[in-house]
């Protein structure tokens, strides 16, 4: 079993960042990838980012590069999301994911944390 913690949301202005956090705890030596969704009102939840657990090249969906950039501590089991440039668009619940035990799955999630962006 692995637990994540999704922390950093909040309301910010457009062209504002925020710096989303995920702490994961327990079976944590099982984790593969970690990954960042989101999901807006009325809207499919859809992948914004993803690092390997040991490193790799991280990977994001297009509306998002240039602006948000993942990255993790394996120390402190940290998985970070540094989100500049906010859009309007970008205002979602954001979720942290882990692929843990499993390949190609992700198989624990947090609770999400929510993102408004203000025009």
């Known amino acids: 079993q692995v637990q994540l913690v999704e922390s950093g949301g909040g309301l910010v202005q457009a062209g504002g960042s925020l710096n989303l956090s995920c702490a994961a705890s327990?079976?944590?030596?099982?984790?593969?990838?970690m990954g960042w969704f989101r999901q807006a009102p009325e809207k499919n939840r859809e992948f914004v980012a993803g690092i390997s657990w040991i490193g790799g090249t991280p990977a994001y969906t297009d509306s998002v590069k240039g602006r948000f950039i993942v990255s993790r501590d394996i120390t402190s089991n940290t998985l970070y999301l540094q989100m500049n440039n906010l859009k309007p668009e970008d205002t979602a619940v954001y979720y942290c994911?882990?692929?843990?035990?499993?390949?190609?799955?992700?198989?624990?999630w947090g609770q999400g944390t929510q993102v408004t962006v203000s025009s």
């Open positions: 994911a882990a692929q843990a035990g499993l390949i190609g799955t992700y198989n624990y």
């Open positions: 327990g079976h944590t030596s099982s984790t593969h990838v």
